[in-house]
């Protein structure tokens, strides 16, 4: 069967290119050996985010009695909790197969392998394209040092699947997966600790606010072992070096969550002449591959780790086969760590600028002197502000409440190449959170 594009994986980068392919006229077909939504949906973003809900009620109830709500009394039916979190990955999924199921896009179940640059099998039956596109995604990686029974030694897939809280609950890893469950499971009310190899976490954030968001969360009662070499993962316990010295956490859970390699395997990639490497399919900025008419996005390519990069440059690569001019900007992507307080960040930190001797500035606002913030009894966080040595923004990154909200403001108007004098004459809604980016604006 001939067609337009063959994309290989639905998750946010493959259905949403599908969509859109054939929004603009384009045959596609989609074939996907697992669940319709990939990782993001179905053992990522979506379920953690349902059991983030939860924490942040759990945590709200608990400092009820500061806000004049004495006496109340709740229990966690944690099976209750799953239910939920499935009902909604079930109820997205449907929409995702829906949108699967229209006109011009073919559905296909089954495991992809290339049999050549334009000719992709799925089981007995070939389909053929000039254009191509990989979004497979990745899977947890774990270490070699693991000498313990799976059942206590879990993946991020695995620990959104169980069904009890655990009382101990160690965490190797302090990267965006790690810092969110130790957060969910610490309002859950398990005893959390935190094993990381690197100084801080959360390496993608600027490292002051990863700093200030680790010890807040330290507040909340989280353990945390930095700098910490982990040599030994087995039933029961977690062995590691810290500053020359061996110790030892126990625990009936260890969550594994050192990060994702991508899924490049089985593929049949060397049949397409496609080159590739442990950290993923090699692709220019316009996610071709070596190969022309063969495309990889998302986390198979290994630029982005993140559904909405994945998505965004799904559809680039459909306005690349279309001839159709975008103004994507793929080098300007926030993310957000949803953990309580949650975090997040776009463009340029002060210790990316610090390191490659970029001219700078640098403004602060804190939520303890926002009234949006003392109203909600959430004044632990701060926003900073950079711009260059025009004034041009070039990044933002935050903790407190809210934090995603202002990132997310700020990357639009970096899109849009705004200055700080500029935002310091936007309206902005009083009283907001949000109002805090232009307080930093108006610091001089």
């Known amino acids: 069967m001939k067609t337009d594009i063959i994309i290989i994986g639905s998750g946010p980068g493959g259905y949403r290119a599908a969509e859109y392919a054939a929004g603009h006229g384009l045959g596609v077909v989609i074939i996907d050996e697992r669940e319709a939504g990939g990782t993001c949906l179905n053992r990522g973003c979506i379920p953690t985010k349902a ?20 006496d109340l009394s709740y229990a966690i039916d944690f099976p209750r909790i799953r239910e939920r979190q499935q009902h909604i990955v079930s109820q997205l999924r449907g929409g995702v197969e829906q949108i699967l199921a229209r006109p011009g896009i073919t559905m296909k179940h089954g495991h992809a392998t290339f049999r050549g640059p334009r000719t992709v099998a799925v089981g007995d039956e070939e389909y053929e394209a000039d254009n191509i596109i990989i979004a497979t995604g990745a899977r947890p990686k774990t270490p070699d040092c693991i000498s313990g ?45 935190v094993v990381e190899y690197m100084k801080e976490c959360l390496p993608a954030i600027d490292s002051d606010i990863a ?39 126990e625990a009936d859970t260890i969550l594994v969550a050192t990060g994702r390699r991508p899924n490049v395997e089985e593929l049949g990639l060397e049949a397409a002449g496609v080159e590739y490497d442990a950290k993923g399919i090699k692709t220019d900025d316009r ?5 022309a008419g063969i495309y990889a996005i998302g986390d198979v390519n290994g630029r982005c780790m993140l559904a909405h990069a994945a998505t965004m440059q799904g559809i680039h690569v459909v306005n690349t086969i279309l001839g159709r001019r975008d103004d994507i900007r793929l080098d300007i992507m926030p993310s957000a760590i949803f953990t309580h307080p949650e975090a997040a960040g776009v463009g340029m930190s002060e210790d990316h600028c610090k390191a490659q001797g970029v001219d700078y500035t640098c403004r602060k606002a804190y939520h303890r002197a926002n009234g949006k913030s003392l109203a909600m009894g959430e004044t632990d966080g701060m926003v900073k502000l950079l711009a260059d040595a025009d004034g041009r923004i070039i990044g933002c990154h935050a903790y407190g409440p809210h934090s995603s ?39 001089d």
């Open 211 to 249: 700093g200030r968001l680790r010890k807040s969360l330290a507040r909340r009662g989280i353990t945390f072992f930095m700098q910490s070499a982990v040599t030994e993962i087995a039933e029961g316990r977690v062995t590691f070096e810290r500053k020359g010295k061996p110790q030892t956490v």
């Open 51 to 70: 059991l983030c809900r939860h924490a942040e009620i759990i945590d709200t109830l608990r400092e009820a009695s500061d806000m004049g709500l004495s």
């Open 149 to 193: 029974s799976e059942e206590t030694i879990l993946t991020s897939d695995e620990l959104l699947a169980i069904d009890r809280v655990p009382d101990r609950l160690c965490i190797v890893g302090a990267g965006v997966i790690g810092m969110e469950f130790a957060s969910v499971f610490n309002s859950l009310g398990s005893e959390v600790t």
């Open 405 to 443: 909200d202002m990132v997310q403001e700020i990357s639009a108007l970096m899109c849009c190449g705004t200055t700080v004098a500029q935002l310091r004459d936007m309206v902005h809604i009083h009283p907001t959170v949000g109002e805090m980016l232009q307080e930093a604006a108006m610091m």
């Open 287 to 291: 996610m071709q591959t070596n190969v």
